[in-house]
């Protein structure tokens, strides 16, 4: 099986049911009693994914579990979207993309250069294909923000984008968000760039394992139906392959540190310049 069909079967611990109701503070202890055995299944595929459910229940649970709206991003990546950085000349000979998610996309904690756009860049040009990848990503976006930016970001470009890759969800998911308003933004976002006749790329995101199987089935289901109705390619988990391993990830254990996105361009770049040709 592949490290999407694994982690989308692996239901293995009580952590994970969708019944399971018990207070905010019993779910962390729930959570800490299981990461010793969870560190210890992580020399599997599977163990590594289950691991991935831990460490985002434990990073985000106050978040996923409240009642309360989700903060707004960070000042920083607010005033980073306000600015529209985007308006740059592009020379004729290269293709224009133009990367439009939340902090998976956006180089979270990385150097610069060293975000999933520069590095998409340079996978690209190693095999050939010359393009100025755009970085539109926020960190904190969710699917509502994103939607919420989509006209000002393709508006404040030098030119109609070749392609665009589209990768949100993840926040929503992580702050517990109803996965019908995620699809119904994702679905917003691909009817406007399909009136604007701009071509897209989805990346997709997984549930963690500790959202429980009904929202899991109701969230992983978005991607690929949403591919199949606009007819768009999909790359299906963003994060397969670097989930898991240390040596890939920043010290939250869920965002890729250079290594990790590195990975990330490398397996996206084939698809992206397949996607280009004539």
Not at 191 to 200: A, F, G, L, N, P
Not at 225 to 241: C, E, K, N, T, W
Not at 242 to 260: E, S, T
Request: neutral net charge; glycine residues 8%; aromatic residues 6%.
């Amino acid at each position: 099986k592949t490290a999407y069909e694994i982690y989308q079967c692996d239901w293995s611990s009580d952590v994970c049911s969708s019944d399971l109701k018990v207070t905010l503070d019993a779910r962390i202890a729930i959570v800490a009693a299981s990461t010793v055995d969870c560190m210890k299944k992580g020399r599997s595929l599977a163990g590594r994914y289950f691991q991935y459910g831990l460490l985002t229940l434990i990073v985000h649970l106050a978040a996923s579990c409240s009642d309360s709206p989700p903060p707004p991003p960070p000042p920083s990546n607010m005033a980073a979207a306000a600015s529209n950085p985007l308006s740059t000349q592009v020379r004729a000979d290269r293709k224009l993309i133009v990367a439009f998610g939340d902090s998976l996309y956006a180089g979270y904690n990385l150097d610069p250069g060293k975000g999933l756009a520069p590095m998409l860049e340079k996978s690209l040009a190693a095999g050939g294909l010359q393009a100025e990848v755009v970085n539109a990503g926020v960190s904190g976006d969710t699917s509502a923000a994103g939607l919420a930016r989509l006209a000002f970001t393709i508006d404040g470009l030098p030119r109609k984008p070749d392609l665009m890759l589209v990768g949100l969800g993840g926040n929503d998911m992580l702050r517990g968000l109803d996965p019908s308003a995620t699809r119904d933004n994702l679905n917003a976002i691909l009817k406007e760039t399909q009136k604007r006749k701009i071509r897209v790329m989805l990346t997709g995101m997984l549930a963690s394992p500790n959202m429980g199987r009904d929202y899991a089935t109701a969230f992983n289901s978005i991607y690929p139906d949403l591919a199949r109705q606009y007819g768009l390619p999909l790359y299906p988990f963003l994060l397969d392959g670097v989930i898991g391993h240390r040596a890939m990830l920043l010290p939250d254990g869920i965002h890729p540190n250079d290594q990790g996105v590195n990975l990330i361009a490398a397996r996206l770049a084939p698809i992206v310049s397949k996607e280009l040709q004539p």
